[in-house]
C-alpha cells in the first residue's frame, strides 16, 4: 500500500462523519435546481417584479461596491501597514456589522438617518430624506458588505513583501506609485476576491434593506426582497427567483475561483520586473 492510499484509509472514517455537513450544504441548492423547470423559469423572468428587482439590485450593488472599494481600500492599507495602538479597535469596529443581526443594522442605520436619528435635524434642513430610498439601499449595502472587502484586502496588504516597497523607493517610486504599480498589482487577487464576497454579500442582502430601505417595488424593492413578497403569494414564482439569484452567486463564485489565479500567474510573469516598479516603458 503506497502513501497515497495509506492517507486515504486513515482518513476514511473522518469523510463518514463529514457526509451529513456535506449533504446538508448540497442538498438545499440541488433541490432549488430540480423544483424548477424551464417553463417555470421562463415565467419567473416575464414576471413584472422580476426587472425591476433585478435591475434594481444591480445598479444598487454596483454603486456600494464603488463605494467600497474607493473608501475601503484606503482604510484597509492603513490598517495593515499601521503600528498606532488604535489600530486593533479600528479593526473591531470595522468587523462588527459581520457578527451583529442585519436587523440590528438596519435600526442603527435608521436611528442615524432618520428623522428622530442622529442626523435627523441636519438631513431635514436641507430637505433630505435617506430612509426608504434608493440612497437606503445602497448605505444598507455598504454597511453590512464593507468589512467583507477591507478584511480580505487588509490580509492580502498585509502578504506583500515589504522589501519590494523599500526597492520600489530607491528606484525612484513615490509613495504613491509604489502603492498603485507594485502593491495594489500583487494584492489584487485578495482585492479581487474580497470585491466579489462584497458584492455577493450585497446582492443578497435582506434584513438591513428591509428595515431601513423598505420594499417598494421599483425604489427600494432588490431580488431578495422580490422573493419575500411573492413567497406570500405565489411560491413558484419566488422559487424561480430565488433559483435566478443563486446562478448569479454561483458565476460570482467562480469568478472568485478563476480570475484571481489567472491574474496572479500573469503578472508575476509579465509585469513583476524592474521596469515595472521604476514606471519605465
Do not use: C
Not at 63 to 80: M, Q
Amino acid at each position: 500500500m503506497n502513501s497515497a492510499d495509506n492517507y486515504q484509509f486513515k482518513h476514511f472514517p473522518v469523510f463518514l462523519v463529514a457526509i451529513p455537513m456535506l449533504l446538508l450544504l448540497v442538498l438545499p441548492v440541488v433541490s432549488l435546481i430540480v423544483a424548477s423547470s424551464p417553463a417555470d423559469l421562463l415565467e419567473g423572468v416575464h414576471h413584472p417584479l422580476f426587472m425591476p428587482a433585478l435591475w434594481l439590485s444591480t445598479r444598487t450593488t454596483l454603486f456600494s461596491l464603488a463605494i467600497v472599494i474607493v473608501t475601503g481600500t484606503p482604510l484597509s492599507w492603513w490598517l495593515a501597514v499601521s503600528s498606532s495602538r488604535w489600530t486593533r479597535l479600528v479593526e473591531l469596529f470595522v468587523a462588527l456589522p459581520i457578527v451583529l443581526p442585519p436587523a440590528v443594522v438596519g435600526i442603527s442605520l435608521l436611528y442615524t438617518f432618520g428623522r428622530g436619528g442622529l442626523f435627523g435635524a441636519q438631513l431635514a434642513s436641507i430637505n433630505l430624506q435617506v430612509p426608504f430610498t434608493t440612497a437606503a439601499v445602497v448605505l444598507a449595502q455598504v454597511v453590512v458588505s464593507a468589512p467583507f472587502y477591507i478584511q480580505a484586502a487588509v490580509a492580502a496588504f498585509r502578504r506583500v513583501d515589504h522589501d519590494l516597497l523599500i526597492v520600489a523607493r530607491t528606484l525612484g517610486q513615490s509613495p504613491t506609485g509604489t502603492f498603485f504599480r507594485v502593491v495594489v498589482p500583487l494584492a489584487l487577487p485578495g482585492l479581487f476576491g474580497g470585491a466579489v464576497i462584497s458584492w455577493a454579500r450585497s446582492l443578497g442582502e435582506f434584513g438591513a434593506t428591509l428595515l431601513f430601505a423598505g420594499n417598494l417595488p421599483g425604489t427600494t424593492q432588490t431580488i431578495p426582497l422580490a422573493i419575500y413578497m411573492t413567497l406570500e403569494s405565489d411560491v413558484r414564482v419566488a422559487l424561480v427567483f430565488a433559483l435566478l439569484l443563486a446562478g448569479i452567486s454561483v458565476l460570482l463564485f467562480l469568478f472568485l475561483r478563476l480570475v484571481p489565479t489567472i491574474w496572479s500567474s500573469y503578472y508575476t510573469t509579465n509585469f513583476l520586473n524592474v521596469s515595472r516598479i521604476t514606471g519605465e516603458e
